[in-house]
Structure formats: structure tokens, C-alpha cells
């Protein structure tokens, strides 16, 4: 059996987001999924969608919203990762993942995840986790359906016309609603 502590790069720390993390957190989100820095890693969005993914006021009204959070992920000190939780009756909403590019594809959006759902459980008691999803983002979908989230074919429209969202590069876009039953809490 391996007793040996954990390297210091597989330390990770969660906290809640705070007013000090917002200028780096809305850095974090753009990274990952816009312009040139988010073709560092593989959940870019750079071909669908130009301009903004978030702004300093929506990680704000994330960070105020009750009943939602903003976990910050460190590792050593530095701000690997990000995501939402927002408690939303017997389900939990996650959104706002974010892994710096240069980190993903070695197991830390994994971790970040299970961390987010057994909260989820443990803070909530919720049974379910529920996403959204450009539907076109087969990649990023497959990624979620090995980690247990399915498919339900529920969509809901691309805001067209508000920036805020980006500026979509195809017409075709929409919101795909994933589900990933979660377990019961230990008591």
C-alpha cells in the first residue's frame, strides 16, 4: 500500500469565490473557452462563438446570487479551476467550469467535478445535477456522459443578439439540458 503524502501538485483547495477572485476568474472562463489561449486545451469554443464567455458583473451575480456558489480551485496557491453551483430544489445547477488550458486533459476537470457533485449532496441533499450544454460540443458532451451525465434532448434557444453570451459563428446553436443522478448522502 502507497503511503506516501500527496505531491504538492495534486493538492487541490476549494474555496468560495470572493470580489478579489473576479478579474482572474473572468480571465480563467475566457481562457478556456475564447480566442487564441482557449486552443491551448480542448474545450474551446473559439470556432462557435467569438467575444466575451462572461464579464466582471456575471461572475459577480454568481458570486451574490443565494443559493449559489463560485468554487474557486487552487492548486500551490495559483487558480487552476473554477465552477457554479446553484441549488435549485431537488437538483443542483453546474455551470461556469472552467480548467486553465495547459491543465486539461490530465484529470483535473474530473476531480473538480466529483468535488462540485458530492457538495452538491452533502450541502443540498440533492439527487440530481443538471447542465447546459451547446449541443453542437459533441466532444465536450462525450466527456460529460463518461462522467455519468446523460442526455435528455430538452433544449432551449442560443441567445442570439446578446453579446453577453458571445457572438455566435453559426446559426445551428443551442442549450442542451444534461442529467447525472447523483448518490444519497452518507449520514
Not at 478579474?23 to 491551448?40: E, F, I, N, W
Not at 455519468?148 to 432551449?156: F, N, Q
Amino acid at each position: 500500500m502507497d503511503t506516501a503524502p500527496p505531491r504538492a501538485a495534486d493538492v487541490l483547495t476549494y474555496r468560495d469565490a470572493d470580489e478579489a477572485d473576479v478579474p482572474v476568474l473572468v480571465d480563467l472562463v475566457q481562457s478556456a473557452y475564447r480566442g487564441d489561449s482557449s486552443r491551448a486545451g480542448w474545450t474551446t469554443e473559439a470556432d462557435i462563438l467569438e467575444g466575451r464567455r462572461t464579464d466582471p458583473e456575471g461572475v459577480r451575480e454568481v458570486i451574490a446570487t443565494p443559493g449559489s456558489r463560485l468554487l474557486v480551485v487552487e492548486r500551490d496557491g495559483d487558480l487552476v479551476a473554477c465552477c457554479q453551483l446553484e441549488h435549485r430544489g431537488d437538483a443542483a445547477y453546474f455551470g461556469m467550469f472552467a480548467v486553465r488550458p495547459g491543465l486539461q486533459g490530465g484529470g483535473l476537470g474530473r476531480r473538480v467535478i466529483a468535488e462540485a457533485e458530492r457538495l452538491a449532496v452533502t450541502e443540498w441533499g440533492v439527487r440530481e445535477m443538471h447542465m447546459t450544454v451547446i449541443s453542437v460540443r459533441d466532444e465536450l458532451i462525450a466527456w460529460y456522459e463518461r462522467r455519468g451525465y446523460r442526455r435528455t434532448g430538452r433544449m432551449t434557444p442560443f441567445p442570439y443578439g446578446d453579446e453577453r453570451f458571445g457572438v455566435p459563428q453559426r446559426d445551428d446553436l443551442r442549450f442542451e439540458l444534461l442529467v447525472k443522478d447523483l448518490p444519497p448522502a452518507h449520514s
